[in-house]
Nanobody, 111 residues
């Protein structure tokens, strides 16, 4: 059974940066597409970024040019580098693969 554990969330001022990590266990990580999603208070969960097993990436419109998703198959880990953060990026960020979700990590952007 796949297990995902996110880390790296926190409080950051507008314009700042954070890097989220998602460590996966229990599956052949290198074969899985991975995704980062977020859910802000009162809003639906939305796709932030995805990466295929071959490294092809896609991004939500609101984060294009600011966020970068990457993966390290040797470490079974996917990352989300978030730059130029805005208060509206405040949300719980979730890692996802093959119908499995992590527990989420909170990112809070301040003005």
């Amino acid at each position: 059974q796949v297990r995902l554990v996110e880390s790296g969330g926190g409080l950051v001022q507008a314009g700042g940066s954070l890097r989220l990590s998602c460590a996966a266990s229990g599956s052949i990580f290198s074969m899985n597409a991975m995704g980062w999603y977020r859910q802000a208070p009162g809003k639906q969960r939305e796709l932030v970024a995805g990466i295929t097993s071959g490294g092809i990436t896609n991004y939500g419109d609101s984060v294009k040019g600011r966020f970068t998703i990457s993966r390290d198959n040797a470490k079974n880990t996917v990352y989300l580098q978030m730059n130029s953060l805005k208060p509206e990026d405040t949300a719980v960020y979730y890692c996802h693969t093959n119908l499995v979700w992590g527990q989420g990590t909170l990112v809070t952007g301040t003005p």
